[in-house]
C-alpha cells in the first residue's frame, strides 16, 4: 500500500513546488506539511484533497487518503515529570533541541552535558515536553543513576529491560541474557515512535548499546560529562544562566514576594554563580529558613562559608560537586586542586602549566579530562575556566596539602612576573628598567608585542589579585613590571592599589622603595593629584639616595621635577628637567632623554620661551624610537606652537598626531590632539567647530585631567570664557 505522507512529498517535489509554496497554495503551515510527508503526522482527507487539487492529481491522492487505515492515536505523556512553572531561560537552548527533535531526520541521539547543577535535567524534561505531540508511543524518562549518592550505575541491560516493559513488552519474550536484550530493543525502537531521556549518564558505554541506528524514536541524553565517544549524537554543552535568567528564575521561585530587593536578588544570584541548583537552594532558604536576604547575601559573599549555605538535606552544591570529583583519577583530581591555588577563576593554559609543574603534553591531557567532567571550560584562545563554585569546592575539599600548595603557587608566582617582565619588554624595549630574574615554568604565553599587549590586557586584574597575596620581592617586581602598561592604559586605581601592597612588600629595601613610590608619584599625577605626587617623589629621592642608588636619584628628580610643573614652580621645573637631561645624556638613556626634552619644552612654553621650547619639541619628536613616543613628541611640539600663536603649524601637527595616534591606537594621545584642533577653533571663534572636535576628543578618552593637560587646561579656559 503506497503510504500518503512519502507519496504527498514525492508529487510536490516532482511538480517543482518547494514546501514553502506549497504551504501557501494549500493553506496549512510548512512545518506540518513536514510532519505529514515524512509520516511523523496523519494527513487527513482535506489536506489531501487540497494537495490532489494544486497538483492535478484527478482524485488519485484522495483515494490514497481514504484506503488508510486509522492510525493509533498518541499514548501522550507517559514518563516526564509534571510541568514546572519554575523553568525559565534556555530559549536558545531549546530551539536548537526542537529543531534536532523535528526536522533533522539523520540525528537521533541529542547529548545535553554540562555542570553538576546547571539544570540538565530540567531543559531535557522542557524540550521533551515540547515536542511530546511529534512522538506517538509517548515520552519516557529513565534515571540510570549514574551520578546518585550511595547507588551503583545502572547497567545497559537493566536499562533495556525497563525500556521494553514500558514499551509493552510481554515480560516472558524479553530475554534474560544482556545481548538479547539490547537487540530486542534497538529492535523495538525502530519500529516505534517514543521520544526517551537518558538521564543522569555517567558514562558513553553505559548507554551506547541502547541507541537507535534507525527509524522514528529518538534518544536525550544527560551527564555531567560530555560524552565525546558519542560522535554520532549531536551535543550540547550547557553553562550557567545568563545573569537575567538567573534573577527570573529567583524571583520566580520566591513567588512574588518583595522581601528581597532586585539589587539584593541580583547579589545573591551572582554569588550562586548563576547555577540553578544553587540558586533554588538560596531561594528556598529564604523562604523557609527564617532568614533576611541581607543576612543571607553576606554568607553567601564570604567564601569561607559560601557553601556551607548552599547545602540542604537533600541537595546540595558541595555534594554535587563531590559525587562528580570523586570519580576523576588522582592526577586529575590533584590538577583542579592545584588549579585553585590561581587568584582567577580563569586562567591561561600556560598559567595552568606553571601551577601544575607539568610539561605542557601531560598537563593538556589533565585538563582534557577534566574539561569532558564539566569541572573546567577550555575555550579555543586557550583559556581554562572554572566556575566560581567549582573553585570554592576546589580550594575548600581538592587543594592539596600546605607544602604542595605552597610550592605551586610560588611556581604560579615566578610564571606570572617572567611573563609581565618579558610582556613589559616587548611593549616598551627602550624603557630603562632594574634587572630582574624570573622563571616561566610553561610555554611563552605570547611570541610579539601584541600577543604581549592582548595578555597584559587579559590578566592584569589577576596580577593585581597577585600581589596582595605576595609578601616578598616578586610583588613589588610585579608592580614595576605592569607600570609601564597601566601608564598606557591609564587604568590608575589598579596602578595605585597594585603599588601599595608592592610598598609594603619594599620595606627595608630602599632602592625598591624608591622605585614604587616614584610609580605611585607618577599614578598620582596622571590623576591630577600634584601635591599628592610631589611628596611621593621627594620620599623616593630620599629613598635612593639612602640607598646609594644614583640612576634612581635622578628618575626621582627628573619625575619631581614634572609634578613641580604643575605646582607652577617652572624655574624650579625647568632647573630640575635640565640636570636630569645632561645625566640622562651622560648615561645614554635615550628614551628618558626624549621623556625630558618634552617636559623642558612645556616648562618653555610656560615662560613664553617658544624658540628655545619648539627646538626641545622638535628634538623630542626627531629622536623617539617608539611610535606613542613619536606622538607624544608632536603633541608636545603642536602645544607650542598653539601658545607661541602660528594657528596653522599647531593645527597641523595636532591633525598629523591625530592620524597617528589612531594607527598607533592610542585613545588617550589621540584625544589630546583632538583636543587641541577644538581649542584652535575655539580660539578663531569657531564654537560649533569646537564642539564638535572636542565631542571626537571625548570618544576616545572622556577625563583629560585639565591639571596636569595643557590642552584639556586650554578647553576649560576657552568655555569659561
Not at 503506497?2 to 516532482?14: D, F, M, N, Q, T
Request: aromatic share 6%.
Amino acid at each position: 500500500m503506497v503510504e500518503l505522507g512519502p507519496e504527498l512529498r514525492r508529487r510536490r517535489e516532482s511538480a517543482g513546488y518547494s514546501l514553502d509554496k506549497m504551504a501557501k497554495l494549500v493553506h496549512f503551515t510548512k512545518g506540518h506539511l513536514s510532519k505529514v510527508e515524512t509520516g511523523r503526522t496523519q494527513a487527513n482527507r482535506e489536506l489531501a484533497a487540497a494537495y490532489d487539487q494544486v497538483l492535478g492529481a484527478n482524485g488519485e491522492l484522495i483515494a490514497i487518503a481514504d484506503a488508510q487505515p486509522a492510525r493509533r492515536k498518541p499514548r501522550g505523556l507517559m514518563g516526564l515529570p509534571a510541568h514546572t512553572p519554575h523553568f525559565v531561560g534556555r530559549g536558545p537552548e531549546l530551539t536548537a533541541l526542537g529543531a534536532v527533535l523535528g526536522e533533522r531526520q539523520n540525528i537521533r541521539v541529542a547529548v545535553i552535558s554540562g555542570m553538576a547543577g546547571s539544570g540538565k535535567t530540567a531543559l531535557a524534561v522542557a524540550a521533551a515536553r515540547t515536542a511530546a505531540d511529534s512522538f506517538l508511543d509517548g515520552c519516557l524518562l529513565f534515571d540510570l543513576r549514574g551520578h546518585s549518592p550511595g547507588m551503583h550505575p545502572q547497567s545497559p541491560a537493566e536499562t533495556a529491560y525497563h525500556l521494553l516493559q514500558s514499551l509493552d513488552t510481554t515480560h516472558d519474550l524479553i530475554p534474560a541474557d544482556p545481548d538479547g536484550r539490547v537487540n530486542l530493543l534497538r529492535d523495538t525502537l525502530r519500529n516505534r515512535d517514543v521520544l526517551v531521556v537518558l538521564d543522569n549518564v555517567r558514562h558513553a558505554g553505559q548507554v551506547r548499546p541502547l541507541l537507535p541506528a534507525e527509524g522514528r524514536s529518538r534518544v536525550i541524553i544527560t551527564s555531567r560529562w560530555r560524552l565525546p565517544a558519542l560522535d554520532d549524537a549531536w551535543h550540547l554543552d550547557i553553562d550557567a544562566l545568563s545573569p537575567a535568567e538567573a534573577l527570573r528564575l529567583f524571583q520566580s521561585l520566591m513567588h512574588g514576594t518583595t522581601t528581597v530587593d532586585e539589587p539584593d536578588a541580583a547579589a545573591i544570584v551572582a554569588h550562586c554563580g548563576h547555577l540553578p541548583l544553587a540558586i533554588r537552594i538560596a531561594a528556598a532558604r529564604i523562604l523557609r529558613g527564617g532568614w533576611s536576604a541581607r543576612r543571607f547575601l553576606q554568607r553567601l559573599a564570604d567564601r569561607s562559608t559560601k557553601l556551607t549555605y548552599l547545602e540542604e538535606t537533600e541537595r546540595g552544591v558541595s555534594a554535587a560537586l563531590a559525587i562528580t570529583c570523586d570519580l576523576l583519577p588522582p592526577e586529575q583530581r590533584e590538577l583542579l586542586g592545584l588549579m585553585a591555588n590561581h587568584p582567577s577563576t580563569t586562567m591561561p593554559v600556560p598559567s595552568v602549566q606553571a601551577v601544575a609543574g607539568l610539561a605542557p603534553g601531560d598537563t593538556d591531557l589533565l585538563l582534557d579530562g577534566l574539561h569532558e567532567a564539566h569541572l573546567v571550560s577550555r575555550s579555543e584562545d586557550e583559556q581554562v575556566r572554572l566556575h566560581d563554585l567549582v573553585h570554592t569546592y576546589a580550594m575548600q575539599h581538592v587543594r592539596p596539602a600546605d607544602e604542595v600548595s605552597r610550592l605551586a603557587f610560588d611556581r604560579l608566582t615566578d610564571h606570572y612576573l617572567a611573563a609581565a617582565i618579558a610582556a613589559d619588554k616587548l611593549l616598551e624595549p627602550a624603557r630603562h628598567r632594574p634587572a630582574i630574574e624570573a622563571t616561566l615554568h610553561s610555554e611563552a604565553p605570547f611570541e610579539d608585542a601584541a600577543g604581549a599587549l592582548a595578555w597584559m590586557r587579559s590578566q592584569w586584574p589577576t596580577l593585581v589579585r597577585l600581589t596582595d597575596l605576595v609578601t616578598d620581592r616578586r610583588c613589588w617586581q610585579l608592580a614595576l613590571a605592569v607600570r609601564g602598561f597601566f601608564f598606557q592604559e591609564k587604568l590608575y586605581d589598579s596602578w595605585i592599589h597594585m603599588h601599595l601592597a608592592a610598598l609594603t612588600a619594599a620595606a627595608g629595601d630602599p632602592a625598591a622603595t624608591g622605585r614604587v613610590l616614584n610609580g605611585i608619584g607618577m599614578a598620582r599625577l596622571e590623576m591630577g593629584q600634584v601635591a599628592e605626587s610631589v611628596d611621593c617623589h621627594e620620599r623616593a629621592l630620599r629613598s635612593f639616595v639612602e640607598a646609594g642608588d644614583k640612576p634612581g636619584a635622578v628618575d626621582a628628580s627628573a619625575s619631581l621635577a614634572w609634578a613641580r610643573m604643575h605646582q607652577d614652580e617652572v624655574p624650579a621645573s625647568l632647573e630640575g628637567l635640565t640636570a636630569a637631561l645632561a645625566e640622562y645624556r651622560r648615561t645614554g638613556r635615550d628614551r628618558n632623554t626624549v621623556i625630558t626634552l618634552r617636559g623642558i619644552a612645556f616648562a618653555l612654553t610656560c615662560l613664553d620661551r617658544f624658540d628655545e621650547a619648539r627646538a626641545h619639541a622638535t628634538e623630542a619628536r626627531r629622536s623617539a624610537a617608539a611610535p606613542i613616543d613619536v606622538v607624544r613628541g608632536i603633541n608636545c611640539l603642536a602645544w607650542v606652537e598653539y601658545r607661541a600663536g602660528a594657528a596653522a603649524r599647531a593645527r597641523d601637527l595636532y591633525a598629523e598626531a591625530a592620524d597617528l595616534a589612531e594607527l598607533a591606537d592610542n585613545g588617550y594621545e589621540r584625544a589630546r590632539a583632538l583636543t587641541g584642533l577644538g581649542n584652535l577653533a575655539g580660539r578663531a571663534g569657531d564654537h560649533d567647530g569646537a564642539a564638535v572636535w572636542w565631542a571626537q576628543a571625548a570618544e576616545h578618552y572622556a577625563d583629560l585631567v585639565p591639571v596636569v593637560v595643557w590642552e584639556a587646561r586650554a578647553r576649560e579656559e576657552l568655555t569659561r570664557a
